[in-house]
């Protein structure tokens, strides 16, 4: 079955970068998600990239998709601490899953002074 | 844009009692939903995808009887959590499809507290 995986933690100092990694297995996957939920909030989209692109940028956000590997990354630029929260990434399977995502079990995020 | 809204944001009910959710796509119209579940600490859980006019699709080991999902029109579903049990106190979120792409919006949560 389909599996995403990402590391538990990160801490990173305010201004500096952050990359969140994770991993899937599901070569058929259409399109790749970036979540972030703060406590006791939903999640809110960040970005998406599409399975055929390399590279997405949006402002602070740079989205990497190495689709070989199965492996989707996302760095924060000048990392500051309404940052801190816990990043999911998602992958969306073929188009007759209704839309389904597959999450990752998140990455907190935590950015000190 | 794509705002998804859930009533109520926080819930206390006794153990026995039913509790309805409602998850509502604000500004566009969403011909499906999905609802999940997350436990603290832990990633979201799939319980069902809802389109609108039909039957949901629940995932495996969802009962369907205890958590009976609508979606009755375009911008509306909801979730009700029949004889609700202390075990079934959780965040309760849902999202709603827009768009070509199917990009999920999801809701803000609902806190449900069974006593």
């Known amino acids: 079955g389909e599996d995403v995986e990402q590391s538990l933690f990160l801490s990173v100092r305010e201004g500096d970068s952050s990359v969140i990694n994770c991993t899937y297995t599901?070569?058929?996957?259409?399109?790749l998600y970036w979540y972030k939920q703060e406590p006791g909030a939903g999640l809110q989209l960040l970005t998406y990239?599409?399975?055929?692109?390399d590279m997405k940028q949006d402002q602070r956000l740079t989205v990497l998709l190495n689709k070989k590997d199965k492996h989707l990354s996302l760095r924060i630029a000048d990392t500051q601490t309404g940052d801190s929260a816990i990043y999911f990434c998602?992958?969306?399977?073929?188009?007759?899953?209704?839309?389904?995502?597959?999450f990752g079990a998140g990455t907190q995020v935590v950015v000190t002074p | 844009g794509a705002v998804v809204s859930q009533h109520p944001s926080w819930v206390i009910c006794k153990s026995g009692t039913s509790v309805k959710i409602e998850c509502r796509s604000l500004?566009?119209?969403?011909?499906?939903m999905f609802w999940y579940r997350q436990f603290p600490k832990q990633s979201l859980m799939l319980m069902a995808t809802?389109?609108?006019?039909?039957?949901?699709?629940?995932e495996q080991g969802v009962e369907k009887d205890k958590f009976l999902i609508n979606h009755a029109s375009l911008t509306l579903s909801t979730l009700t959590v029949t004889s609700a049990h202390p075990e079934d106190s959780s965040f309760y979120i849902c999202?709603?499809?827009?768009?070509?792409?199917?990009?999920?919006?999801f809701g803000p949560g609902t806190r449900l507290t069974v006593l």
């Open positions: 998602a992958e969306r399977g073929p188009t007759d899953s209704w839309g389904k995502l597959q």
């Open positions: 990239i599409f399975s055929n692109m």
């Open positions: 809802s389109n609108e006019g039909s039957k949901a699709t629940y």
């Open positions: 500004d566009f119209q969403a011909t499906t």
């Open positions: 599901d070569s058929s996957s259409t399109y």
């Open positions: 999202s709603a499809s827009e768009g070509s792409t199917d990009t999920q919006y």
